[in-house]
C-alpha cells in the first residue's frame, strides 16, 4: 500500500488518472527497476467489450493537488492486458520502483469525455485516453528490500 500526492504544475487544466489499481511495468531507465503504473494503457483489438474500457480519472486546474492510495501485491505481477493475453516481462528482482501516472490535457479532450461514473467520480475511455495521453507525471524511484 502506498499514498501519493500529485501536484498539477503546469498552467492548463489536466485530466488524470486517479484508480487503486495499479499495472507494474518495467521502468524503461532502470535495468532492475520497475513502474507501478497508473495510466492509458492500448486497448486490445482481440476482444469484444460490451463497453469501451475506461481509466477512472480526476481533473486538476493549474496548482490543485490531489492525494490517493493504491496497493499491489509482491511479487509484482506484470501488465497483461496485451494482445493474445502476452504478459510485460519484469526483472526477476527488481531494486527500484517508482510511481507514473498517466495525463491528458483538458483542452484536447473531445465532447462528452471524460464521463461520469457518479456525481463526484469521472471516467475517460481508455482508447481516448492512450491517443491522448502525452507525459506521465513520474516519482523519483525507490529502493526495494
Same mark, same amino acid.
Not at 480526476?58 to 490517493?68: A, D, I, Y
Not at 484536447?108 to 507525459?135: F, N, T
Not at 513520474?138 to 528490500?145: A, E, G, M, Y
Given at each position: 500500500? @502506498? ?36 495510466? @492509458? @494503457? ?13 481509466? !477512472? ?29 502476452? =504478459? ?6 527488481? !531494486? ?48 526495494? =528490500?
Amino acid at each position: 500500500m @502506498f499514498k501519493y500526492k500529485l501536484t498539477n504544475d503546469s498552467s492548463q487544466t489536466v485530466w488524470a488518472v486517479h484508480s487503486p489499481t495499479v499495472s507494474v511495468i518495467p521502468d524503461g531507465g532502470r535495468k532492475s527497476g520497475v513502474v507501478a503504473a497508473m495510466a @492509458f @494503457f492500448p486497448v486490445r483489438r482481440d476482444v469484444n467489450y460490451v463497453q469501451p474500457p475506461y481509466e !477512472t480519472v480526476v481533473k486538476l486546474e493549474p496548482k490543485q493537488t490531489v492525494e490517493g492510495s493504491a496497493s499491489m501485491q509482491r511479487p509484482f505481477n506484470p501488465y497483461d492486458d496485451l494482445e493474445g493475453d502476452k =504478459k510485460v516481462a519484469l526483472p526477476s528482482k527488481p !531494486t527500484s520502483i517508482r510511481l507514473c501516472i498517466g495525463y491528458v490535457a483538458a483542452d484536447e479532450l473531445p465532447a462528452g469525455q471524460p464521463g461520469g461514473l457518479s456525481s463526484d467520480k469521472w471516467k475517460m475511455d481508455r482508447d481516448i485516453g492512450y491517443r491522448l495521453q502525452r507525459k506521465f507525471a513520474c516519482s523519483k524511484p525507490t529502493p526495494l =528490500k
